[in-house]
C-alpha cells in the first residue's frame, strides 16, 4: 500500500496526470459549450481526430508547426459549424448527425493519410514535429510540483486556462448569458430578440475548436504523429465528464482532470503486482459510478437539466 | 418539416456510410487472372500500414508475386468485428483465388466452416492454427485444405530478455548504467503476447538477472494496439521506474516507446519487423538496440514457394521458430556499435541452443 502512495504523492505522477488530463479537459469542455447551447456534440470525438491528422498533415508538409495546429483547429472548427447546419438547417437529429461527423472523420483521416503519404497506418513516416514545452522561469524550485509543471506542453497550459475562460464566458461576458438562454429555452431566448441560430453557430464553432486543440495536442504534443483512429474514445469519456460535471464548467474541470488522474493511477500502477485487466477498468469504473451519482443526484434534486441537454 | 428531417438524416448517415466505406477497404489489385497463374487472395482483419505484422505479411506475398510468379490480390476488413464474418464469407464465396490466405487467432472459426464449404480452394492461415480435430463445429472435413502456420514468438522474446539482461548486467547502454531494471508493454493480456512476455522473462533469467527487474505493463483499453499517446505515457513511467530499456509488443502504441525512450534518454527493442528502418527520426532510430523479428512474411513466402512444388503439407499446423529463421533478431551496424562483442557472442550462442533444441523456451500458448 505505501508503494502505492508513493507513487501518488510522486512528481512524475502529477506531472502524468496533467498530460493524460489535456484532451479530456479540452475536449469536454468543447461539449461543454455545445450543450449549453441547446446542441450535444458527440462529434467531440471525430473533431478531434480530424485536427489531429490535419494538424501533424500540414505541419508535416509546410514545415511550420504552428500552421499545422491552426488548420487543425480549423477543420474541428468547421465540422462543429457542420453539425449546427445539419441540425438547423436540416432538421437532423444531433446525435445520428454526431455519429456520421465520426465515421466521417475515422474513414476520413485514414484516407486523406493514405492518398498523400501511400501508408494505411499513420504519418509516423513524415516529419512533423511538435508543439513548443514550456517551462516558467523559477518553477522548477518548487517541490514536487515544479517537477510536474516544467517542460508540460503549451496546449496542457491552454487546457488549464480554458477553465476559468469558459466560466468567464458563461457567466461574465454578453455571449455567455445568451448562449445559456438559448440552451434552456430557445423560444424564449428568441422573444427577447437573441439571434439563437447564430448564438448555436458561434457555440458549435467554439467547441469544435476546444476539441480540435485537444486533437491537435494527441498528434503534435502528446506524441508527434497521426496514427489512424489515435484518439482511442477520449472524445466519449470527455463526454461523460460533462455530464458527470453538472454541465458547470469547474464541476467539468474536477470530472475532467478526474478522469486524468484515473488513468494516470492505472498506468502508474500497471508495473505493481495488481492485476492489469482489473488496473485498465478504473477509468471505466469511475466513469460508470460518477455517472450512476450524477443520475442520483439530479434525481434527488428533482429538477431537470437543461430541456435540450437530453442524452 | 417532418419528411425534410429524416431526409436529412438519411441524406448524413448514407452519406458517412459510403465514405468510410471508401476509406476503410479496398482491393490492392483488381481483376482476376486469365493467365492461368495461381491467384492468392489476402483478406486482412484489419488494414496495412501496422508497420509489422499484416505488412510483413503482404511483403511476402508481394515477394511470391514477382519471384514465383502468383497473382495476388488484398481485401482489408478493416478494425470493425462485425464486417469480419461477413467479409470472409463474401471473400471465399467469391471466385477470383485459388488461395485464400488470413491471419490471427480471430480468423479461425471463420476458415474452419468456410474450408469445407470450399473444398476445391486452399486456405493459408498465419499465426493461429484452425481446429482440426472438428470436433467444435468447424473444420467438418477436417479442413484437409488448410495449411495453418505459427510462431514461436516466445522464442524471439528470449532472446530479447538474454540480450536485454546481458548489456544491463555489463553496464553497456550509455546514460543508463546505473540501472537493473527493463520493461516489456504489451498490447492486451491474451495468450498469444503472454507467450512475447514468457519467453522474454525466461531469457533474462537464463542470462543472470531476476524476475523482479522485469516490468510487465499493458496497453488495453479502446485501441491497444493503436493509441501511441498511451504507449508513450506508460512507457515513460517505466522508464521513470528505472527501466534501462523497453521492449513494446503493442504494434502502433509501440511508436510512443520511441518517443519516450528519446526524452528519457533510454533504450527500446523493436518488434516484428526491423524497426530501426521503419523510424524516420535519427534520434529515435538510435534508441532502438534490435529488433527481434516475427517473420510471417518469410513464412508465406515459403508456402508459396512449397505450394508450387506440391510439397505444403495441407491439413496440418507447422510451427516455426529460431530454427526456420521465422523469429530472429537484427544484426546490423547499429546493433554492432551499441553492443560489446563479447554479449553479441554470448547471444549467438544462446540462439544456437534454441535452434539445436538443447534450450527449450517455456511457452504461454
Not at chain 1, 504523429?225 to 465528464?241: C, H, P, S, Y
Not at chain 1, 498506468?267 to 460518477?290: H, K, R
Not at chain 2, 476488413?77 to 480471430?106: H, M, Q, V
Request: some cysteine.
Amino acid at each position: 500500500m505505501s508503494s502505492v502512495l508513493d507513487v501518488v504523492l510522486s512528481s512524475a505522477f502529477l506531472a502524468a496526470v496533467l498530460r493524460i488530463a489535456t484532451p479530456y479537459l479540452l475536449a469536454a469542455f468543447g461539449g461543454l459549450v455545445a450543450e449549453r447551447a441547446g446542441i450535444s456534440n458527440i462529434a467531440l470525438e471525430g473533431q478531434m481526430l480530424s485536427a489531429a491528422c490535419t494538424g501533424a498533415l500540414v505541419a508535416g508538409y509546410s514545415g511550420s508547426v504552428a500552421l499545422g495546429a491552426v488548420s487543425g483547429v480549423a477543420v474541428a472548427t468547421l465540422l462543429g459549424v457542420l453539425l449546427a447546419a445539419l441540425r438547423l438547417e436540416l432538421g437532423a437529429d444531433a446525435i445520428i448527425a454526431g455519429i456520421g461527423l465520426n465515421l466521417l472523420a475515422s474513414g476520413g483521416t485514414a484516407y486523406a493519410v493514405y492518398s498523400l503519404l501511400d501508408d494505411k497506418g499513420g504519418t509516423s513516416g513524415l516529419k512533423s514535429g511538435s508543439l513548443p514545452s514550456i517551462t516558467l522561469p523559477g518553477v522548477e524550485n518548487v517541490p514536487v510540483l515544479g517537477d510536474a509543471l516544467s517542460g508540460q506542453n503549451l496546449v496542457t497550459w491552454l487546457a488549464f486556462l480554458a477553465a476559468p475562460f469558459v466560466a468567464w464566458l458563461f457567466y461574465r461576458t454578453r455571449f455567455g448569458f445568451h448562449l445559456r438562454a438559448v440552451g434552456e429555452m430557445p423560444d424564449a431566448a428568441e422573444s427577447v430578440g437573441i439571434a439563437v441560430r447564430r448564438v448555436q453557430y458561434t457555440g458549435l464553432a467554439l467547441s469544435g475548436a476546444l476539441a480540435g486543440l485537444a486533437g491537435v495536442f494527441l498528434s503534435m504534443g502528446y506524441v508527434s504523429f497521426f496514427v489512424r483512429d489515435m484518439t482511442a474514445g477520449r472524445g466519449f469519456i470527455a463526454l461523460a465528464a460533462v455530464f458527470l460535471g453538472g454541465l458547470r464548467p469547474w464541476g467539468v474541470f474536477l470530472a475532467a482532470l478526474g478522469f486524468g488522474a484515473a488513468e494516470a493511477l492505472a498506468v502508474q500502477l500497471g508495473t505493481l503486482d495488481v492485476p492489469p485487466q482489473l488496473v485498465s477498468t478504473i477509468p471505466y469504473v469511475m466513469t460508470l459510478v460518477a455517472l450512476a451519482l450524477y443520475a442520483w443526484r439530479r434525481k434527488r434534486r428533482g429538477r431537470a437539466v437543461p430541456a435540450a441537454a437530453s442524452l | 418539416m417532418r419528411y425534410g428531417r429524416s431526409a436529412a438524416v438519411v441524406v448524413t448517415v448514407t452519406g458517412m456510410l459510403a465514405l468510410t466505406a471508401c476509406g476503410g477497404s479496398g482491393a490492392d489489385d483488381s481483376g482476376a487472372s486469365s493467365s492461368g497463374k495461381p491467384r492468392i487472395k489476402l483478406v486482412l482483419n484489419g488494414g496495412l500500414g501496422d508497420k509489422s505484422f499484416f505488412d510483413s505479411a503482404y511483403a511476402g506475398l508481394k515477394k511470391a508475386e514477382k519471384d514465383l510468379g502468383y497473382d495476388l490480390k488484398v481485401v482489408e476488413l478493416g478494425s470493425d468485428r462485425t464486417k469480419w464474418e461477413p467479409g470472409f464469407e463474401d471473400a471465399a464465396s467469391a471466385d477470383d483465388y485459388d488461395i485464400l490466405a488470413a491471419g490471427t487467432f480471430d480468423v479461425t472459426d471463420y476458415i474452419g466452416k468456410l474450408a469445407p464449404e470450399f473444398p476445391d480452394k486452399k486456405f493459408w492461415v498465419f499465426d493461429a492454427p484452425v481446429d482440426y480435430s472438428g470436433k467444435n463445429g468447424a473444420c467438418s472435413n477436417k479442413c484437409e485444405n488448410v495449411y495453418s502456420v505459427t510462431f514461436k514468438q516466445n522464442e524471439g522474446g528470449y532472446l530479447a530478455g538474454f540480450l536485454a539482461e546481458k548489456l544491463v548486467a555489463a553496464k553497456a547502454l550509455k546514460g543508463a548504467e546505473s540501472l537493473k531494471k527493463v520493461g516489456v508493454m504489451g498490447g492486451v493480456k491474451i495468450p498469444l503476447i503472454e507467450d512475447f512476455v514468457v519467453g522474454f522473462k525466461s531469457g533474462f533469467q537464463a542470462a543472470g538477472g531476476k524476475n523482479a527487474d522485469v516490468l510487465v505493463q499493458y496497453v488495453g483499453g479502446d485501441k491497444p494496439f493503436g493509441d501511441p499517446a498511451k504507449g508513450k505515457e506508460i512507457s515513460t513511467a517505466m522508464y521513470g521506474q528505472g527501466a534501462a530499456l523497453v521492449w513494446p509488443v503493442a504494434g502502433l502504441s509501440g511508436l510512443g516507446t520511441f518517443e519516450s525512450a528519446v526524452s528519457a534518454k533510454r533504450y527500446a527493442f523493436g518488434v516484428d519487423s526491423d524497426q530501426y528502418q521503419t523510424l524516420t527520426d535519427q534520434a529515435q532510430k538510435n534508441t532502438v538496440v534490435t529488433s527481434i523479428l516475427k517473420n510471417v512474411g518469410n513464412a508465406l513466402y515459403k508456402a508459396a514457394q512449397d505450394d508450387q512444388k506440391d510439397t505444403l503439407k495441407y491439413g496440418t499446423v507447422s510451427t516455426v521458430g529460431l530454427a526456420e529463421d521465422a523469429v530472429g533478431y537484427v544484426n546490423d551496424d547499429h546493433f554492432k556499435e551499441l553492443v560489446p562483442e563479447k554479449i553479441r557472442t554470448e547471444l549467438q550462442e544462446a540462439a544456437d541452443k534454441v535452434r539445436s533444441g538443447s534450450v527449450t523456451v517455456p511457452s504461454a500458448l
